[in-house]
């Protein structure tokens, strides 16, 4: 199994601030990396795929980036709707599809 | 826009099987767009994936999960299902189905709202 290893699993943040979510995985998988949001008792939600692709709908303060073990989701500027828990999942190897473990995003 | 809403008991006992069923809208489950999963999440915990299906004749389950897991298609329901046995309390969790693209990204698209079972006597 691929593992995915997200950190921080945890950060509080302010409105306004630049957040940054990093997402390693256990052996190289080019850009086959998506990123989902997921708020309280909702289903996650796509974000990014492909390491870097902006899904249709979400606000460009989003962006994705790397490739082959180590990923990034930045938020240049948090704003209240933010604040929820980011997974990163990988799809080079689709049996298992594996997610990590959550990054939730506090307010300060 | 596709739409997927699961149903299903709420709560199983120990040892039993754990029936749940997704029910698509809004799209065709023989899409050639789209395959089909079943993902969980624990109270409080990340994210699992359980079993995915395609065209009704591929399968393909968490190596985790599969001794215990079943996924089939109803294709004239447009609906699909999953079946797990010999449940604990581990396997308590809130169940989505989802809809997974058909390219090298395997993205969980579409999520239904979500169920939550509960394993206890």
């Known amino acids: 199994d691929i593992q995915m290893t997200q950190s921080p699993s945890s950060l509080s943040a302010s409105v306004g601030d630049r957040v940054t979510i990093t997402c390693r995985a256990s052996q190289s998988i080019n850009n086959y990396l998506n990123w989902y949001q997921q708020k309280p008792g909702k289903a996650p939600k796509v974000l990014i795929y492909a390491a870097s692709s902006l899904r249709s709908g979400v606000p460009s303060r989003f962006r994705g980036s790397g490739s082959g073990t180590d990923f990034t989701l930045t938020i240049s500027s948090l704003q209240p709707e933010d604040f929820a828990t980011y997974y990163c999942q990988q799809s080079y190897n689709t049996s298992p599809l594996t997610f990590g473990g959550g990054t939730k995003v506090e307010i300060k | 826009q596709l739409q997927l809403q699961e149903s299903g008991p709420g709560l199983v006992k120990p040892s039993e099987t754990l029936s749940l069923t997704c029910t698509v809208s809004?799209?065709?489950?023989?899409?050639?767009?789209?395959?089909w999963g079943w993902i969980r999440q624990p109270p409080g915990k990340g994210l699992e994936w359980i079993a995915s299906i395609y065209f009704s004749a591929s399968t393909y389950y968490n190596p985790s999960l599969k001794s215990r897991v079943t996924i089939s298609e109803d294709t004239s329901k447009n609906q699909f299902s999953l079946k797990l046995s010999s449940v604990t309390a581990a396997d308590t969790a809130m169940y989505y189905c989802?809809?997974?693209?058909?390219?090298?990204?395997?993205?969980?698209?579409?999520w239904g709202q979500g169920t939550l079972v509960t394993v206890s006597s």
């Open positions: 989802a809809s997974v693209s058909l390219d090298v990204y395997h993205l969980f698209d579409h």
């Open positions: 809004g799209g065709s489950i023989r899409s050639t767009t789209y395959y």
